[in-house]
C-alpha cells in the first residue's frame, strides 16, 4: 500500500473548488498517518488515538463553518467530507486510510458513523432514520445504518457481512439525512444550454435551458429516497432562471386548468423518453434538474418533474399515484375535471405527464392503467403560512 505523502512541515494550507466555491484547510502534519502493516482493529484503534493527537479540530470547525455558511444538507457535507479526506490522503493511493479520514472527520463533526471489517474491506456505514432504498444497511440496537461506501464494493454481498463489531465514535450520535432541500449556487460559466421544444395548441414553444454537468456528480452515489423527497429537490438557480420565468410567461392569462395542461404537455414531449433499464441499465430516479439535463427520462422522472413545475408555479395540492410499473400524478382544482382519485375524502384529477399512445387530457387515465391497483405514495399540502 502507497504512503501519502506530506510536506515535513507542522501545517499546510490546501485548496480545492468545491462546486463553485473554493475550500482552503489547513492540515496539521501529524495528522498524516503511518503505513500500516496489517489492516484490523488495532490499526484502526491506534489510527484514531494518532487522529484524536493531532490538532484536527481547526479542519472539523472549517468543514462546519462551510456547511453552514452554504447551508448544505448531509449529503452535500458528506461529498465535501470526501474531497477533504481525498486531499489529504488520495483514494486510489490508500483507500483504507482514505476511509478513515472520512470516518474521522464525519464522526468528529457529530454524526454516528461506523466502521465494519470484513475479509480485508473498511465497509463505512452511517446512522439513519429515513426511508432508503437501493443500498445495504444494517440494524444495530434498533437503529438503522445505512453502507456509506457500498459502490466501492459492487461485487461484494453485504448479506454475509457481520453487523457486530461495529467501531464508532463515542461522542457521535447524530443522525445522516439524505434529504436535498438546497442546490450548491454552481460556477454560471459552467453552464450549457439545451434546446428542448413541444407544440401547445397551434403554436410551438422552444426554450434555451440552462443546465450543468456539474448536478450529475451530487447525485452519482445518491440512494433511492422516499417520494417526498425526491420529488422536492429543487433547481440550481441558473437553471431554475432560465426555465421558470419563461413557463410562467407562456401560461399568462390561461386559466389554472389550461395552465396544469401547458405543464403537462410540456413534461410529456419536450423531452425523449426511454425507460432506466435501457437508459442506464437499472432503475434510477432523477431529480427535476436532472430530467432537464439528461437526453432520456422515463416515468417516474417526468413526474418529479411535473410536480415541481405545478408546485413551483401554482402550488396546488397534488399525490403521486405509484401503479406495479407506472408513476403517474393527480392534482386537485377548485372544480375536479374528468377521471378523479379520491383520497382522504378529496378529489384529484390524473395528470398524466409520459407520453401514451393517445394524448390524453388532464382526467384521463391510460387505458392499461384503469384496473390497476395503485398506492397513493406522497400527498402534498401547499404551504398555507
Same mark, same amino acid.
Given at each position: ?32 498517518? $503511518?503505513?500500516?502493516?496489517?489492516? @484490523? ?16 479540530? *481547526? ?71 429515513? $426511508? ?10 434498533? $437503529? ?7 459502490h466501492d464494493y459492487i461485487h461484494t454481498?453485504?448479506?454475509?457481512? *457481520? ?57 452519482? #452515489?445518491?440512494?433511492?429516497?422516499d417520494f417526498s423527497y425526491y420529488f ?28 396544469? @395542461? ?73 372544480? *375536479?375535471?374528468?377521471?378523479?382519485? @379520491?383520497?382522504? #375524502? ?20 391510460? *387505458? ?16 398555507? $403560512?
Open positions: 500500500m502507497v504512503l501519502c505523502t506530506f510536506t515535513n512541515v507542522k501545517g499546510q494550507m490546501h485548496s480545492f473548488e468545491f462546486y463553485g466555491h473554493t475550500f482552503n484547510i489547513n492540515v496539521d502534519s501529524n495528522i498524516i498517518l $503511518k503505513n500500516k502493516v496489517d489492516f @484490523n482493529t488495532q490499526y484502526i484503534s491506534s489510527a484514531y488515538h494518532t487522529l484524536e493527537a493531532s490538532n484536527y479540530q *481547526p479542519i472539523v470547525d472549517t468543514l462546519l463553518a462551510f456547511q453552514k455558511k452554504k447551508q448544505l444538507n448531509d449529503w452535500l457535507f458528506y461529498q465535501l467530507i470526501r474531497k477533504t479526506a481525498e486531499t489529504i490522503c488520495a483514494k486510489k493511493k490508500n483507500y483504507e486510510q482514505y476511509t478513515l479520514y472520512k470516518w474521522f472527520l464525519l464522526g468528529k463533526s457529530g454524526y454516528d458513523v461506523r466502521l465494519i471489517l470484513a475479509d480485508n474491506r473498511i465497509i463505512m456505514y452511517v446512522y439513519n432514520n429515513e $426511508k432508503i432504498f437501493d443500498i445495504p444497511y444494517v440494524i444495530l440496537d434498533n $437503529k438503522k445504518y445505512m453502507c456509506l461506501n457500498y454481498n453485504f448479506t454475509s457481512i *457481520p453487523d457486530t463489531e461495529m467501531i464508532g465514535i463515542t461522542e457521535a450520535t447524530k443522525p445522516f439525512s439524505y434529504q436535498i432541500t438546497k442546490m450548491p449556487d454552481f460556477n454560471p460559466s459552467n453552464y450549457g444550454k439545451k434546446q428542448v421544444s413541444f407544440k401547445y395548441g397551434a403554436q410551438d414553444y422552444h426554450f434555451d435551458i440552462k443546465v450543468s454537468p456539474e448536478v450529475e456528480s451530487i447525485f452519482k #452515489n445518491y440512494p433511492g429516497v422536492n429537490i429543487p433547481l440550481t438557480k441558473e437553471t431554475y432562471g432560465s426555465l421558470i420565468p419563461t413557463l410562467k410567461k407562456n401560461i399568462d392569462g390561461m386559466s389554472v386548468k389550461n395552465g396544469v @395542461n401547458y405543464l403537462m404537455k410540456f413534461t410529456r414531449y419536450a423531452f425523449l423518453y426511454e425507460n432506466d433499464h435501457e437508459n442506464f441499465g437499472k432503475e434510477k430516479r432523477l431529480s427535476p434538474e436532472q430530467t432537464l439535463l439528461n437526453p432520456y427520462s422515463d416515468c417516474d422522472d417526468r413526474a418529479a418533474l411535473f410536480f415541481y413545475l405545478v408546485r413551483e408555479i401554482y402550488d396546488l395540492p397534488m399525490i403521486v399515484l405509484l401503479y406495479p410499473t407506472h408513476v403517474t400524478m393527480a392534482v386537485q382544482f377548485d372544480k *375536479p375535471i374528468g377521471k378523479t382519485i @379520491n383520497y382522504n #375524502n378529496r378529489a384529484y384529477s390524473i395528470c398524466e405527464p409520459t407520453p401514451q399512445i393517445n394524448d390524453l387530457p388532464i382526467g384521463k387515465l391510460p *387505458p392499461k392503467l384503469r384496473k390497476e391497483a395503485y398506492e397513493v405514495v406522497y400527498a402534498y399540502e401547499p404551504n398555507t $403560512k
